[in-house]
């Protein structure tokens, strides 16, 4: 997450403040541009005209997102050219809301899957793939990276988000130390659930 903001450009002498002191959840750059969450609103850096640079609203959410910061994660995804947000919230139960950032009405639009695409999510970091690519991956699925916030003891490691059902188990490795595989075969979604979990947390104790 983000309390600071700034940015700068070539020949500039200083970084000018864009945001402090706000909770700006994830951020990314997306087609030139770059954006911020917060639990009302996906944010972008408006950077033209004769104004200093801003923060501006690229889209609004019909109500307030309730997460906590401590079991919930929230995520911009590149998902094929389109930017969408991934709300992943614990209660009793782990629930994942997917919207679409409507750019022309300014709108968060909710949606039911991924247009046919993958997540692969972890705390702090998410990739979107093509099965059309990786033919072994799943289709409109969240995979969760390896690490004891993403997958604890009550959560599983692959959401079909369409028809809204999980893997029975969570995915195992054998033959590993502190969940690092060592010499076994492993199958890309294995290898992408690594790359996106935090270098702060890979054990799997």
Known sequence: ???TLAVIK???PHWTVVDRGNLLLPAMSFAGRFYCATFEAVMVVETGGDQPPRLVIAANLKSRLHSSMITDTLHLVDNGGELILVDRQYTHRRTYRVYRVDMDSRKMVPIRGLGGRAVFMG????LSVSPSVFPSIDADAIYLGFE???I?????????LVDKTADAEPR????SI???PLYEPLGL?????WCVASLRDTSMD
């Open 172 to 175: 195992q490795l054998r033959g």
């Open 189 to 193: 979604d294995i290898y992408l659930s």
């Open 10 to 12: 070539p020949g500039d």
């Open 123 to 126: 705390t702090e970091l998410a």
């Open 178 to 180: 502190d969940g690092m």
């Open 148 to 150: 004891k916030r993403m």
């Open 152 to 160: 604890g003891m009550r959560c599983k490691s692959l959401i079909h």
């Open 1 to 3: 997450m983000l309390r």
